[in-house]
């Protein structure tokens, strides 16, 4: 059976059954698929690391200036008040505890689904497993999108502060926020819907028929 007629044979699974299947190719199938799925992840995780960086170096770069007495000095601004670096370093530890909640969730999964051998059944279940967290942590998503949601409020409060914005500017910035929160939930969840609940259900319903004694 050639590459192209497995790819059909995956395509159509949840119709037919896998009689007389070429393991070996439908093996390189699911690992191709796999890689694009993986790559999606990957990239969501660079988002969520980047972003991280970036806010927590702004905040490092603002109280470094203002320990150094050189904020007040900077056109309109003024040195921190002491409620103002309180503000800051909630906001550091909200978006540290979301970058590393997401990283050592991230490598936990990854050391449950090592496996010693590299057989086609293996890699669906380490598939199946990596699909499933994947869905699960993205279900509370919007709670877990909370905590920089709210350090990014307070980092932009600060900065409202010490540079003469009036702060009734965050009237429209809070609602602002709260939408994009909402927005990101409901982003991830047609994430779900749409790529993670179908390939979930192809995964099993493969497996399932792989290992039917009957096909």
Known sequence: MEFEDIQVVWNSQHDKPLYGVDEVGLHKILRSKSQRFRRLIYWQHLQTYGSSLLVLMLIAAILLVNYFGLLGKIGSSRALAGWEIL???????????????????????KNREQSDTQSLLNDLDREIKHTTYQIRTRKNLLMGFIPPYIGTGLFILVVFGVTGVSRWILIPVIPGLIFALVTESRSQQRLIDREMVPRLRELETLREKLTDPHR
């Open 87 to 109: 503000a800051l370093l909630v906001a550091t530890v909200s978006w540290l505890q979301f970058s590393l909640s997401v990283y050592f969730g991230q490598k936990q999964q």
